[in-house]
């Protein structure tokens, strides 16, 4: 339930939205069904308000299905129990204002007619229809200052067509809709004074109601019938009107063909009533599931209902059951349709000074009457009173009673005029004369009068005053007796909607035990997941220490390296600078390239050009020939000699080129004194900077970056030169130190020799001259930085 929603009942609000009431009620077992031995299957719980269906059918099928109402009622419970637990606090709804409905829904032969009408002629048995009549009639006949105007109407609705119970042979009606909810125009309505008038009404279109013998029930109901009373209420101290309208329906009842046994009328009837039930039965769904489109139209009891089911009315619905085993799918059904009525909710609201109160309308003509009344009464009275003195003989006064009552006497007075007249009649004709004038304008008005008045006591009689006749209708006693049941009536709801409540509870608290006791589970196996990951971490972890530790030795053994390979690069630059002739370093550096592809040092044969650089250009062909040629060839090739041969139109790139002898000789390191290596084992010993004493060049790193710039700009020069011959006729095998970045592993550097001995030219068998010893620079010394 919604949190604006409430159960019935428990209020008058107009705001509040409030759930159509759903009281279940089980019949007793019939004749028939305890003859032909058909077991009970519905159990009721009156306290709780459950009613529960066993399935004795269908072993595969869910055994017991319980189901849950506002109120549920077995064969024991008896109409006044009945009435006043469930009806009359709806009744006092009405009488304060608001719209009423209560409907009888179920199978045939339920008990719809013996709840809403109940068993005739007898009192104890007399249904929710004639008791509401009494329980109007008792607050009338108490409510002081309050003037009350009732109509009744009855009507059926046969084979989808909206017959008048109250008169058979009038025209076709139709359901109409306007602002304050649906209406039948031209339905006929009869005005009702007392508890009898009203029965008296009921009897008349029962009379005229269709009935039926089917198999089911001897006074099948074959229509849907509606007894409507609106009562009308003025206050006579503040003149307002409130208008309170009651729905009192007996529905058909759904039935089988097989079952009913039906003719083929009877067969006919039926469809339309199963038609109409189900369409009752699509609405409520509809209602049920906040669908946005409520299907009211698809018939005219659904049209009729739509101010009862999602509308401004105060809703009881009562589903009528039977007990036994025969008719279990058709009690199945109803309880399902009644269990979802139960969350249809309307919004009530209170009739108050409407536009159309008949009252009004009425309190408005009596005024009217009267004002008309009064003036012309004065006035007959004056002319009464002119005629009489014309007679010219004394008459008594006139009291006002006898004005008042001038109608009733006024022949007796016209006698009395005639004989006071006589006497007079010949001395004064003229004056007889139009007394007689006169009388015969008094005889007019006053017929108009008396029909004014006619009018005005009818109308007056139409609206009966509340507040009379108190104890001649209901002794002290009975009064007190009523407000006592209703009391109980009240406490009993509460107590089933504890009891209601007390179970919900008890559901949730299994259901969060159920929950809980699931979350354990959960909780465990979560347990052993974390536990499982807690391992798995601590393994990785100590994973990735001894990776950490690995890695950072591997750096370590890397660093060393790095210092040696650094040392030795010193060493190196040390000798080259100190020991190697600055031009053959020059070339050497020049030509040093390093391989990215075989990852080592090599040294380019490029030709020198003229200007001392590198060209890669080949030298220019013979014009217009097509292969590169020398003058001594041409020559030769015009000449016819055995040697001319060769120079006629032979692929010279195709001969194996003839390599020059070798010229050069192996390289044997100079000798080093003893003195000299001491400094410089203790310069790398040490790890300091050392640079050797030269006013004629920079600092070793500088001209280190001069040559790498150097060499990165002869990397243009493509063509073949002859340092090869050049670093060879040095003798010395050392590669440049052609280190970009120092740190860089790109490339291990070649040991001394491993760079000459790939780039060394094959030995030309040459005798190789000796070198001076003054070829060497001489050592100038080294000093610490
Ligand atoms: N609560 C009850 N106590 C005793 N008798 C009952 C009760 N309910 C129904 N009956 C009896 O059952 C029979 C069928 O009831 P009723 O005619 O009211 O059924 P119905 O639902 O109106 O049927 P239909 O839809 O065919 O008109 C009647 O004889 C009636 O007296």
Known sequence: MSAKSKRPGTGTSQTLNECVQVVVRCRPMSNRERTEGSPEVVNVYPNRGVVELQNLVDANKEQRKVFTYDAAYDASASQTMLYHEVVFPLVSSVLEGFNGCIFAYGQTGTGKTFTMEGARGNEDLMGIIP??????????????????LVDVSYLEIYMEELRDLLKPNSKHLEVRERGSGVYVPNLHAINCKSVDDMVHVMQIGNKNRTVGFTNMNEHSSRSHAIFMIKIEMCDTETNTIKVGKLNLIDLAGSERQSKTGASAERLKEASKINLALSSLGNVISALAENSPHVPYRDSKLTRLLQDSLGGNSKTIMIANIGPSAYNYNE???TLRYASRAKSIQNQPIKNEDPQDAKLKEYQEEIERLKRLIAPQQQQRNEKLAAAKKRTKKPKKELTNREIADSDAHLPVQRELTQEESEPEEESDKEN?????????????ERVENAKLAAKLAELESQLVRGGKNLLDTYSERQIELEKK????????????EIQQQLELQEETTLEIRETVTSLAGTVELMKRKLSKCWSKYLSLQQELNDCKHDHNQDLRELEMAQNELIKELKRQLLIIDNFVPISVKQRLYTQAKYDEEQEEWKFSSLPLSSDGKFSNKRPVSHPQRRRPTSEYALQEAKSNGPSALRFKSENIVSYELEMPCRTTQEYRSPKVSASLQAVLAQAMHTGDDIDIV?????SLRNRLENIINANANAAAVSAVGTAATAMSGTGIGVAAPLVRNIKSSRGVLPSPGSALDSNRRPPTGRAQPKKPASAYPKARGLVNK
């Not at 008791?131 to 009350?148: K, M, S």
């Not at 009391?487 to 009993?492: D, G, P």
């Not at 030269?694 to 920079?698: G, R």
């Open 432 to 444: 007889e004369a139009e007394v007689a004038k006169s009388n015969e304008e008094l005889e007019r």
């Open 131 to 148: 008791r509401t009549f009494e329980q109007i009639w008792l607050h009338i006949n108490r409510t002081e200052n309050f003037q009350f």
């Open 485 to 496: 049941l209703v009391e109980i009536a009240e406490r009993k709801k509460r107590e089933i």
């Open 331 to 333: 009690t199945l059904t």
């Open 694 to 698: 030269d006013s004629h060049t920079n």
